[in-house]
């Protein structure tokens, strides 16, 4: 902990020969101090129950060892910030940066190393405070070329560093390392999948025992930022990052959050104008109406549906289907991926219609959407015409079942209790499910 500071204090740059060299001497001088305590607790004590079987004991100079392992590099990230000084042997990840704690609470921080060096150069106190400005808006001074090139090479941070230099880094202290280390290799944004490949292979071919990659901005919700703090999206409510995505030639913004391991996507705000069709189609329940409204780009955002007459039993919830089908096409969720969904779930009252089979309302939408989207009446994608007679076979065992038990109501078995016709509510009569208000048989 403190690495990159003593670097500052050196005038020495962490990407270098001489950064390199000294990080080695360094961590040398670490174990070697570590090792020799521990060789003399051991003739103290006695090594380590399973010592035997350990590096130490191997070759023709064994080594009588107390401990097993003793040195590591952990993080240290909230200590070191504590003590304002750098974490673990991460270079700075910034010369000013806000940290943000869980219950969204900022903590503004200025590398008191490079304050200082400023001072000590003799920079005027107009020209300090321009400089801290440019620092605490961008992170960096690597683009103020008017500044002194040792300077700028002194003073580099996590993200002036590429990746490379990052994994040499790791590699020189684990020489001198028991165990794994904790170090970030950073990334900027346009990072490819060679870029992150690439980083693993360096790491592995260099002894690393780990090796952790992290793509700048590839979270919505980031400790650590540059900038002000007004642009940060807070721990405590929704997330504000959002990426555009093209369709149709308008932008559309999709908002994206992480809670613990789950992703958040909230949908897209409606346009005010859409446009679609509406298609009637024929149900065990009744005509259904369904309408499929699209963006310029004719790609399906929301849909409504509605049962003919007062809808009776069925109409909330197929207007619940609705909206979270809607809800789901404005995140951006494929029309295919719903269509797969909802084809094919059965209900008790199918029907054969010039489209097909219907098995069910969110079948009978599935279709719809299906057809909505290739553009013309598709075929019969519904049941086998040996599928269709033994649904047809479970409707009659359903109705005989509803007429040796005449103390349950239809609803209880599937049926809408409501006539598809009038709206009235219909009876079990002879096996069959008729409404005595305007003559509907379920039979006829």
Request: net charge negative; charged share 25%.
């Amino acid at each position: 902990m403190g690495f990159a500071d003593m670097l500052y204090k050196m005038g020495v740059k962490y990407n270098s020969e001489e950064g390199y060299t000294l990080a080695e001497k360094v961590m040398e001088t670490i174990q070697k101090e570590s090792h020799k305590m521990s060789q003399e607790l051991a003739k103290e004590k006695g090594e380590f129950p399973n010592w035997k079987l350990s590096v130490f004991a191997k070759g023709e100079k064994k080594v009588k060892m107390r401990n097993a392992a003793l040195t590591t590099v952990a993080p240290t990230g909230s200590i070191s910030m504590m003590l304002d000084t750098s974490s673990g042997l991460e270079p700075n990840f910034a010369l000013a940066y806000v940290k943000q704690d869980k219950d969204a609470q900022f903590y503004h921080y200025l590398n008191e190393h490079f304050k200082n060096e400023l001072e000590n150069r003799k920079f005027s106190d107009k020209e300090i405070e321009a400089i801290k400005k440019e620092v605490v808006d961008r992170g960096s001074i690597q683009h103020l070329t008017y500044l002194p090139q040792d300077l700028r090479d002194t003073f580099v941070t996590s993200m002036d560093i590429d990746p490379e230099s990052h994994v040499r880094m790791q590699a020189t202290f684990q020489k001198h390392v028991d165990n794994s280390i904790s170090k970030t290799i950073n990334m900027p944004n346009e990072a490819t999948v060679e870029d992150v490949k690439q980083a693993y292979l360096d790491a592995w071919r260099l002894g690393c025992k780990s090796c952790t990659v992290y793509r700048d901005g590839s979270r919505t919700i980031q400790v650590l930022n540059v900038g002000d703090e007004k642009n940060i999206t807070k721990t405590t409510e929704a997330p504000k990052a959002k990426s555009e995505l093209e369709t149709g030639g308008e932008k559309e913004v999709r908002v994206e959050a992480t809670l613990g391991e789950r992703a958040i996507i909230a949908p897209k705000e409606r346009p005010e104008t859409l446009s679609g069709k509406t298609y009637k189609v024929k149900t065990g329940y009744g005509n259904l109406y369904i309408t499929i409204n699209d963006d310029n780009a004719g790609s399906p955002q929301e849909v409504f549906a509605m049962l003919g007459k007062t809808g009776g039993y069925f109409q909330e919830q197929t207007e619940a289907i609705c909206r979270l089908i809607s809800l789901g096409l404005r995140s951006h969720i494929s029309p295919e991926y719903i269509i797969k969904h909802l084809k094919g779930i059965r209900g008790p009252m199918v029907t054969m219609t010039t489209r097909g089979t219907i098995l069910s309302l969110p079948d009978a939408i599935g279709k719809i959407m299906e057809e909505h989207l290739n553009n013309n009446i598709r075929e019969n994608v519904g049941l086998s015409e040996e599928e269709v007679m033994v649904a047809a076979q479970e409707s009659v065992a359903r109705s005989e079942a509803l007429e040796s038990d005449s103390g349950k109501s239809v609803a209880e078995y599937g049926y809408m209790p409501g006539c598809p016709e009038c709206g009235s509510k219909i009876v079990m009569s002879e096996g069959c499910v008729e409404c005595p208000s305007c003559g509907y048989s379920r039979c006829g």
